[in-house]
């Protein structure tokens, strides 16, 4: 597609519940990134895959989150047994930016997944 | 590691008044910069970026940031503000490690217009 396709838009769960968020990056980008936006906060880097290389998962803040992406296309964020600190809106970007220097690495953004949790 | 540093969490200015957002960074080898602008309800979009070209870059909307090494900044600037550059503006950087290429961004400046 045109630009980074998220859904859902919103969700709203129950506390325990597990939730699945997608995103569809641009089609050539070899990097997709998640990240976590609570209200009033910045930017919370989650998760990064770049091309085959092993994704960076330095930024889940727990094993109730985990992450998969097929090939260079689309990923899915689950969260399991979520908790009301997991509301947030959650971002998903891609980039064409090859390894190294070469690219010069804008990211594109989707517009979000807005979780709440009750 | 690399990061970058946005001092205050709230800017307010009048309308047609100058706009200076701040970003400072860390980074152990050149890096690349980036402003982001974030409109109510909406996602993030690029405004400008440095990649060790002309340290003084122009972006969209009439804002502009100049890369400073012996300061290591990247502060954001507008000359006159306008009530539509009402926003979240974050700065980033990238960096690069090995095969792996992350982007970082600071947590983010709410510009407010008042008329």
Known sequence: GAGVSQSPSNKVTEKGKDVELRCDPISGHTALYWYRQRLGQGLEFLIYFQGNSAPDKSGLPSDRFSAERTGESVSTLTIQRTQQEDSAVYLCASSSVPSGRAGTGELFFGEGSRLTVL | ?115
């Open chain 2, 1 to 115: 590691a690399q990061s970058v540093t946005q001092l205050g969490s709230h800017v307010s200015v009048s309308e047609g008044a100058l706009v200076l957002l701040r970003c400072n960074y860390s980074s152990s080898v050149p890096p690349y910069l980036f402003w982001y602008v974030q409109y109510p309800n909406q996602g993030l979009q690029l405004l400008l970026k440095y990649t060790s070209a002309a340290t003084l870059v122009k972006g969209i909307n009439g804002f502009e940031a100049e890369f400073k090494k012996s300061e290591t900044s990247f502060h954001l600037t507008k000359p006159s503000a306008h009530m539509s550059d009402a926003a979240e503006y974050f700065c980033a950087v990238r960096h690069f490690t090995g095969a792996n290429s992350k982007l970082t961004f600071g947590k983010g400046i709410t510009l407010s217009v008042r008329p």
